[in-house]
């Protein structure tokens, strides 16, 4: 049996993948009882705590909402390590600091239980269809264990070495798309300053070097069409994220000049509102923070759109 623990707006389309596609049962728990009583998916089975998963399932997979939350299921009290029983494997798909999935694989292998931290990459749409790319940490026995379950969530599956390997790249992965996230809300203030067709511009930068995955789902899908849902991944998210990515660089002995200006405006769009909000909206603050500028001296020649 499967185990799978945090039904949030990645885990339970996860949660149902796996319950689909592998042919066993999935014993799954929630804090949040209302997540938990939507998984009426057939092969899930709702479980009543973290130790009824821990005592019924071989591997447990896990989504949760980060570093924290990973903390406390897998060592708090009345925990995994409490739990499980050795020969087990958990698996963990949240996003958490590099040294925190260290630690918590030694400290579950001095239980004879495996550990592989395994963060995800892409939308809920593609959590939802199965087509993530998935980053893994672990030794290769037990990447070898684990392949098969994960062909059930995602396309993409990369063994990226030991344990926090895996957590190492998701970081790096996020801060890559923040930034160009970031690049794409200045992009788009200028365009719409300069009275230019904001879906044609976008369309343009797709057909050359600035073609990005950022600039097709979260620039084509969000930006341009103002669509920034709260059952989405949020500005708070995206902060937790990118701390932790700082502060792996911080470990590196490397400052991300970009990186930390990518912070800032994430922090700018919590504090205007949007810290629930799916995190592209952090272009409205800096279409907001470019306006003043853009009414003083516009430029020669030209419209200005609203919008941004």
Same mark, same amino acid.
């Given at each position: 049996?499967?185990?799978f623990i945090g039904l949030g707006?990645m885990g339970a389309p996860m949660?149902?993948?796996?319950?689909?596609?592998?042919?066993?049962?999935?014993?799954?728990?929630?804090?949040?009882?209302?997540?938990?009583?939507?998984?009426?998916?057939?092969?899930?089975?709702?479980?009543?705590?973290?130790?009824?998963?821990?005592?019924?399932?071989?591997?447990? =997979?896990?989504?949760?909402?980060?570093?924290?939350?990973?903390?406390?299921?897998?060592?708090?009290?009345?925990?995994?390590?409490?739990?499980?029983?050795?020969? /087990?494997?958990?698996?963990?798909?949240?996003? %958490?600091?590099?040294?925190?999935?260290?630690?918590?694989?030694?400290? =579950?292998?001095?239980? /004879?239980?495996? =550990?592989?931290?395994?963060?995800?990459?892409?939308?809920?749409?593609?959590?939802?269809?199965? %087509?993530?790319?998935?980053?893994?940490?672990?030794?290769?026995?037990?990447?070898?264990?684990i392949k098969p379950y994960l062909?059930?969530?995602? %396309?993409?599956?990369?063994?990226?070495?030991?344990?926090?390997?895996?957590?190492?790249?998701?970081?790096?992965?996020?801060?890559?798309?923040?930034?160009?996230?970031?690049?794409?809300?200045?992009?788009?203030?200028?365009?719409?300053?300069?009275?230019?067709?904001?879906?044609?511009? =976008?369309?343009?930068?797709?057909?050359?070097?600035?073609?990005?995955?950022?600039?097709?789902?979260?620039?084509?899908?969000?930006?341009?069409?103002? *669509?920034?849902?709260?059952?989405?991944?949020?500005?708070?998210?995206?902060?937790?994220?990118?701390?932790?990515?700082?502060?792996?660089?911080?470990?590196?002995?490397?400052?991300?000049?970009?990186?930390?200006?990518?912070?800032?405006?994430?922090?700018? *769009?919590?504090?205007?509102?949007? /810290?629930?909000?799916?995190?592209?909206?952090?272009?409205?603050?800096?279409?907001?923070?470019?306006?003043?500028?853009?009414?003083?001296?516009?430029?020669? /020649? %030209?419209?200005?759109?609203?919008?941004?």
């Amino acid at each position: 049996m499967l185990g799978f623990i945090g039904l949030g707006v990645m885990g339970a389309p996860m949660c149902r993948n796996l319950a689909a596609k592998s042919g066993q049962e999935v014993r799954a728990f929630d804090s949040d009882l209302d997540a938990l009583a939507q998984m009426d998916e057939s092969g899930v089975k709702p479980a009543e705590s973290l130790r009824d998963v821990a005592e019924h399932a071989d591997i447990v =997979f896990l989504s949760l909402p980060g570093g924290t939350q990973v903390n406390s299921v897998c060592l708090g009290a009345g925990s995994l390590l409490t739990h499980l029983k050795p020969g /087990g494997l958990v698996v963990d798909f949240s996003t %958490t600091p590099v040294n925190l999935a260290r630690d918590i694989s030694a400290r =579950f292998l001095a239980r /004879g239980i495996q =550990f592989a931290d395994a963060p995800v990459a892409r939308t809920r749409e593609a959590a939802k269809n199965g %087509t993530l790319s998935v980053m893994v940490g672990g030794p290769d026995h037990v990447f070898a264990r684990i392949k098969p379950y994960l062909e059930h969530v995602a %396309t993409d599956i990369t063994h990226c070495g030991g344990a926090g390997a895996g957590q190492a790249m998701k970081l790096i992965n996020n801060l890559v798309l923040f930034q160009n996230v970031v690049a794409l809300a200045e992009a788009l203030a200028l365009i719409l300053h300069l009275g230019l067709d904001p879906q044609l511009a =976008f369309n343009v930068l797709a057909k050359g070097s600035a073609d990005s995955f950022a600039l097709r789902h979260h620039g084509m899908n969000a930006m341009l069409k103002n *669509a920034f849902p709260e059952n989405a991944y949020s500005s708070e998210y995206a902060l937790k994220d990118i701390r932790y990515a700082l502060r792996l660089s911080e470990e590196a002995g490397v400052f991300l000049h970009g990186a930390d200006n990518a912070k800032e405006t994430i922090k700018k *769009a919590i504090r205007a509102g949007y /810290g629930k909000a799916y995190f592209p909206a952090l272009a409205k603050v800096v279409a907001s923070a470019s306006r003043p500028a853009a009414q003083a001296a516009p430029a020669k /020649g %030209t419209g200005k759109k609203k919008g941004g």
